[in-house]
């Protein structure tokens, strides 16, 4: 019989939490490699963030994920911050080492992973990447594009100042490569010299509006991919696909994520193989046929 008391448990913390992916994704690495462990979900609300992290080893958790909408407020909650976590001011990964309570942001590794998963060598035929939108995610996949050393970044983004104030932000830190700002009416004009497209806003998300660009214009070996994983072929993704571009889906960005925590805590390095793929888009499939009902 396994003593739960000493088995490493992790969670996610969020406001909601219930939604998340995550508990199957840590499940099916636990089972997978024969781990005693726990994955929970944490629903903690933003006034009891702060004392539920400093509670963290106290409630029995070797560490956490962080999701909406703590990552900045976590941020200030660690003791240590992995040189991406400090670049992107939030964090969604929590680990102790030594006693003291680590923060990263694997977003960052979560996306460059799938992307070299989907399409090995991207980076080597990337030049210019245009990225829609200006958020959370747009930054970590900013960061990880300039980290890539792709030369030119265009921010296309509703609200342009969202957009400029992480082009100004960024470009201090990388001086020698390109970020500028567009608007969507101007976007198209770029699509011709475009490398890579990515799309970090809500738009395409089941239950929000579908983002619909003319694709005409993209070079024939575009790569189009979406942060977006619900549903798992977004509409820009069905419209790349329909013009014969390859595209990489955003589900990968959330298992590749997941990836740097699960070692932490448990100790050994997952993969993310086709079984564990399959297992989510079930779960995304029904869920999306809930949804549609
Ligand atoms: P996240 O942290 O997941 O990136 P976010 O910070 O809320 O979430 O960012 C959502 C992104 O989707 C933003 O770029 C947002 O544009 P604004 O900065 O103008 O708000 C974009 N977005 C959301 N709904 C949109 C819509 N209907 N049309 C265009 N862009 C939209």
């Known amino acids: 019989m396994s003593n739960p008391s000493t088995e490493p448990k ?10 998340s992916r995550s508990p199957m994704v840590h499940g099916f690495w636990l089972n997978e490699y024969g781990i005693a462990g726990q994955y929970d979900i944490a629903e903690v609300a933003p006034n009891d963030l702060a004392r539920f992290i400093s509670n963290l080893s106290n ?13 900045e407020a976590a941020f200030h909650l660690v003791d240590k911050l992995t040189a991406t976590a400090q670049a992107l001011g939030a964090v969604n990964t929590l680990w102790f080492e030594n006693g003291e309570l680590w923060g990263d942001n694997t977003d960052v590794e979560g996306f460059l ?37 792709i030369k030119s970044i265009l921010i296309v983004n509703r609200t342009q100042t969202r957009a400029q104030d992480l082009a100004e932000y960024f470009g201090r830190s990388f001086p020698d490569q390109t970020i500028t700002t567009a608007s969507w009416d101007d976007m198209p004009a770029y699509l011709p010299s475009c490398d890579l497209l990515v799309n970090t806003t809500s ?30 072929v977004t509409p820009i993704l069905a419209a790349a696909q329909a013009r014969g571009l390859k595209t990489i889906g955003g589900l990968g960005m959330l298992l590749h994520q ?9 100790g050994r390095k997952p993969q993310v193989n086709e079984a564990l793929q399959a297992i989510i888009e079930a779960d995304i499939l029904s869920a999306c046929q809930e949804g549609s009902k």
């Open 258 to 266: 997941a990836v740097p925590g699960f070692a932490h805590w448990f």
């Open 203 to 232: 738009l395409g998300m089941q239950g929000q509006p579908a983002l619909t660009i003319n694709l005409a214009a993209l070079p024939p070996a575009a790569l189009v991919t979406d942060a977006v994983y619900v549903p798992l």
């Open 59 to 71: 409630h029995g958790y070797v560490g956490a994920n962080v999701t909406v909408p703590h990552k």
């Open 113 to 149: 992973s799938n992307l070299d998963a989907g399409a090995p060598g991207w980076d080597d035929r990337t030049d210019k990447a245009m990225v829609l939108g200006a958020g959370g995610a747009a930054r970590a996949i900013i960061y990880g594009l300039l980290s890539r050393n």
């Open 10 to 19: 992790a969670c996610i913390i969020g406001y909601p939490a219930k939604h």
